[in-house]
């Protein structure tokens, strides 16, 4: 009997077919494991003793219990933590305190930071997000002017030119009319550039005023945009490898616990 398994072994083995089946199920155990792994890791579970502990501790720290927006914001933390520290030591970024999820939760986030900073100095691509995000880098109509309160002897000889000015570059036409009132942004709508006004009476008195530069309302130009464009696409690739990087997991919450945790609320404590 021991002869003929041997015997029935042996042509198995030499089968050239029999070498694809063992490769076959090896592969198959060998995904099958990997698999289960992936899936155990890439999992976040929030159980109702967590949230009874997190009621408890902000009972204990606040002193009174937490309301539903409180609670809900603090359960977020938490499965943000949790996912961001498993990213974290993915990346071997655990390394000198591997215990403290906080911490490795802040140290993917210098991570990626880094990484936006990096891609954000780079001219070619801060110029791609500004032609695609253009429209929201806008200025408003800007003044140039000088002025002079005029006081009651020159207000008698008002086409005198001042003694003394002071002047004011860029100015919004909004902070001119909260300030001013709107007969100083029809004047200057309405006089020639370079020469003073007449009389114009505003809650602080007299003035006159001229016109040095008027520059209309549009789009700003990718060199005065650029430490704005900087700062947005910074966050917004880091907000973007976030969201990536959460998408990857399934949460799971006690059933009618009323807590809500999307990728957006995630992302509200980056």
């Not at 949230?51 to 539903?68: L, V």
């Not at 032609?131 to 309160?149: E, K």
């Amino acid at each position: 009997m021991l002869n003929t398994v041997l015997l029935w072994l042996k042509k198995f083995i030499k089968d050239p077919f029999s070498h694809f089946l063992i490769a076959g199920a090896i592969l198959f155990i060998c995904y099958s494991f990997y698999h289960s792994n992936t899936s155990s890791t890439n999992k976040v579970i929030i159980t109702p003793s967590q949230i009874t502990q997190q009621k408890r501790d902000d009972i204990k720290y606040f002193g009174t219990p937490p309301s539903h927006v409180m609670l809900n914001s603090d359960i977020n933390q938490a499965v943000l933590q949790q996912i961001l520290s498993q990213e974290a030591l993915k990346l071997g970024l655990e390394k000198g305190d591997p215990n403290l999820n906080a911490m490795l939760m802040q140290r993917f986030i210098s991570y990626t930071t880094q990484i936006a900073k990096i891609n954000a100095a780079n001219t070619t691509l801060l110029h791609r997000y500004y032609v695609a995000h253009r429209q929201n880098y806008r200025y408003p109509d800007m003044y140039s002017l000088c002025y002079h309160f005029l006081s009651p002897q020159e207000q008698a000889h008002s086409k005198q030119v001042p003694a003394s000015q002071q002047c004011l570059s860029r100015i919004t036409k909004q902070d001119l009319l909260s300030k001013l009132g709107s007969s100083i942004v029809t004047t200057l709508n309405t006089i020639t550039p370079k020469t003073w006004s007449k009389p114009i009476n505003t809650p602080f008195g007299p003035i006159t005023v001229k016109l040095i530069q008027y520059k209309k309302a549009g789009i700003l130009s990718f060199k005065d945009a650029k430490s704005m464009l900087t700062n947005d696409y910074t966050n917004t690739v880091i907000h973007t490898k976030i969201a990536d990087v959460i998408n990857k997991y399934r949460i799971e919450l006690p059933a009618n616990s009323g807590i809500v945790v999307t990728t957006k609320t995630l992302l509200k404590n980056v």
